[in-house]
């Protein structure tokens, strides 16, 4: 009978635990490394190393206001393209538009024949003089939990927007500038 009890507990408590920590965020959470991680690869069949490694110069310089400014390492042998960005986000306090969070990160693009890599990664809340990692914001005593459900829904709107225009850019060859009036 002990060892029953024994076997039921040790079935418990993991699902108890499980149940008390909400990773549901809207964006994608990788668990093995904690914290969150965009990344895909784009096939491009017949493109060449450098065609990809000069159509990803391309997009950033067209996509990022300064964008040659946002890249922070290159190099064409090894197919690497490094960059820092910062978003801005908003919201509504007393009729009026204030800065609700600002969220610096890093995307890396691998470059090989054929194909590229994203990751999109290490999102950091920018606040004065430090910048804690987003992944706090899933932890009550950080943050209220719906104001974080709707930054990373913001968070997630603005980098899906990021990457389809990366994609598109990288497979047509050519830079898809949003028309924005």
């Known amino acids: 009978m002990d060892f029953l009890k024994y076997v039921l507990f040790l079935i418990i408590i993991p699902i ?26 784009i096939m491009v069949e ?6 990809l490694y000069s159509r990803s110069l391309n997009w950033i310089k067209s996509y ?18 490094e960059l820092k960005d910062r978003l801005i986000f908003y919201r509504m306090e007393k009729k009026s538009k204030v800065k609700d969070a600002i969220i610096d990160y890093n995307m890396t693009i691998f470059i090989k024949e054929g194909k590229i890599k994203y990751q999109i990664t290490n999102f950091r809340a920018f606040m004065e003089s430090r910048s804690p990692h987003i992944e706090r914001w899933m932890e009550a005593r950080y943050s209220d939990p719906e104001d974080a459900k709707v930054r990373f829904e913001k968070l997630d709107k603005e980098i899906q927007k990021l990457i389809d225009n990366l994609k598109s850019s990288i497979v ?5 500038k949003e028309d924005d009036w």
């Open 46 to 51: 017949g493109a060449s190393k450098e065609e």
């Open 16 to 41: 108890m635990g499980y149940s008390q920590v909400n990773t549901d965020w809207g964006i994608p959470y990788n668990s093995e490394k904690e914290a969150f991680i965009y990344e895909d690869v």
């Open 64 to 81: 990022f206001t300064a964008g040659a400014n946002k890249i922070t390492n290159k190099n064409k042998e090894k197919g690497i393209i």
């Open 172 to 176: 047509k060859g050519e830079s898809q």
